[in-house]
């Protein structure tokens, strides 16, 4: 799937950025959408959810948000602390992803995006519900 045209608001958010935060998180948008195809997703809905570029998978998953992190100039992927996406991330991925709480992989802008690792990690988001839901049968 093409990677659509980002609505209005969440591109002027990504605008706001500076260049080179704003380059991560346009690469970690595309992977998004990149990753929803190669799982067999639909597109998932692009919004903006307390400021930040959100994107949701509808019933299969949790949605995965891409914001600035100023402290570290670079991005954050976050996701719902209530999940226990990241401390899964953090025991597979410690020497690969930087982490911050129950909730954020860090993405340095300064760095080529560990592109292998955050597919999994968005592709573990964007199913979440999907595999936590018991064998039928």
């Known amino acids: 799937m093409a990677v659509p045209a980002a609505p209005k608001d969440v591109d002027a ?10 380059a991560c998180a346009r690469e970690l948008r595309a992977l998004v959408f990149d990753v929803a195809e190669t799982e067999g997703l639909a597109a998932p809905e692009e919004t903006l959810r307390w400021g930040e570029p959100a994107y949701l998978p509808g019933k299969s998953g ?11 100039e670079g991005c954050k992927v976050l996701v719902h602390c ?3 996406l990241v401390e899964t991330w953090r025991a597979r991925f410690s020497d690969r992803l930087g982490f911050e709480g129950n909730r954020a992989v860090l993405v340095p802008a ?16 964007l199913t979440y519900r999907k595999k936590k839901e018991p064998a039928r049968g």
């Open 110 to 125: 300064s760095e080529d995006i560990d592109r292998e690792a955050l597919a999994i990690c968005i592709a573990d988001a």
């Open 13 to 22: 958010v990504f605008a706001a950025m500076t260049p080179p935060v704003e």
């Open 62 to 72: 949790t949605a995965v948000r891409i914001t600035a992190d100023k402290s570290r």
């Open 82 to 84: 209530q999940t226990s």
